[in-house]
């Protein structure tokens, strides 16, 4: 994949995700132009970041596929595979999960959020990841279920040690993405740096983004925080059977709950006190 090739990788992605829909596999949901910025400016960084691991499919000059994944140390992530619906079914996803594959050469750790198409998801056990559904959160928050009084504050990029910090407890290494994500206006960081537990989250008032903490406690803190800034409907993604205390908080904040795709991990068990952003886990 190439800079030249964002455009054309987002008309197969929207593609794609029109078929999800129309299929019942995904809601409906509105893109704003604030958005669709900022995902070009992200799949130009999966280029210049980690362009072993960002590939197209063609046919001719046109392109059909696209397949963008993640290095970080000993982790190797698949941020996303789409193929256009209308060269679905002909071998082409497989042959982009080879050659994003070959970034993950001497990783010791992999990890896939898949959508809840099942021939992704038939994809990727095969290629020997452990599945484990998955779920996403939605809905206007009841503000009666918000604790009166949360630990942590607002911050910035002046945090980004304790997020390393936090990172490293995790086993994990997002704090170049989390730097990145936040060069976006509409992201905020908050943390949790005084008590027995720390942590971070990024989020923007229709979503929450990203988290990680050292116990379930504080990442139970983190997302209160989250919803209590909450005036409109807000989403979270990527929930498996090892964040019990993201759905205690979603079910006592009476938000919608929805089992959708799954998570595949190999090498690894899904952290806890944790929340993926889906491109940079």
């Not at 046109?62 to 002909?90: C, D, K, N, T, Y």
């Not at 056990?125 to 009841?142: I, K, N, Q, S, V």
């Not at 079910?251 to 595949?264: I, Q």
């Amino acid at each position: 994949m190439s800079v030249d090739d964002v455009e054309a990788v987002m008309a197969v992605i929207e593609a794609a995700r029109v078929a999800l829909t129309e299929a019942e596999l995904r809601p409906a949901r509105p893109t704003s132009s604030a958005q669709v910025e900022a995902h070009r400016v992200s799949h130009a960084r999966f280029v210049e970041r980690d362009g072993p691991g960002a590939w197209v499919a063609t046919d001719g000059d046109r392109v059909v596929g696209v397949a963008e994944s993640v290095r970080r140390g000993s982790f190797w992530g698949l941020s996303m595979l789409f193929v256009h619906p209308e060269f679905q079914g002909r071998g082409v996803g497989g042959q982009l999960l080879e050659a994003a594959s070959s970034y993950a050469a001497g990783a010791s750790q992999r990890m896939i959020e898949s959508s809840p198409d099942p021939r992704a998801m038939r994809r990727y056990f095969l290629a020997g990841l452990a599945m484990h559904p998955g779920a996403e959160l939605d809905g206007r928050p009841d503000r009666r279920g918000i604790p009166p009084s949360l630990p942590g504050r607002e911050s910035d990029e002046t945090d980004l040690d304790l997020v390393a910090s936090v990172e490293a407890h995790l086993g994990r290494s997002r704090t170049e993405d989390v730097a990145f994500v936040l060069k976006d206006d509409r992201c905020r960081l908050d943390v949790v740096d005084t008590g027995p537990g720390r942590g971070w989250m990024v989020s923007r008032p229709d979503r929450l983004l990203m988290l990680g903490a050292t116990d379930e406690r504080t990442a139970a803190a983190l997302m209160w925080r989250h919803l209590a800034g909450c005036e409109e409907e807000t989403q979270a993604y990527g929930l498996t059977a090892a964040q019990q205390w993201a759905f205690t908080v979603a079910y006592e904040a009476r938000l919608s709950v929805r089992v959708t795709g799954a998570l595949f991990v190999d090498g690894m068990a899904v952290p806890g006190p944790w929340l993926p952003s889906g491109w940079y886990f």
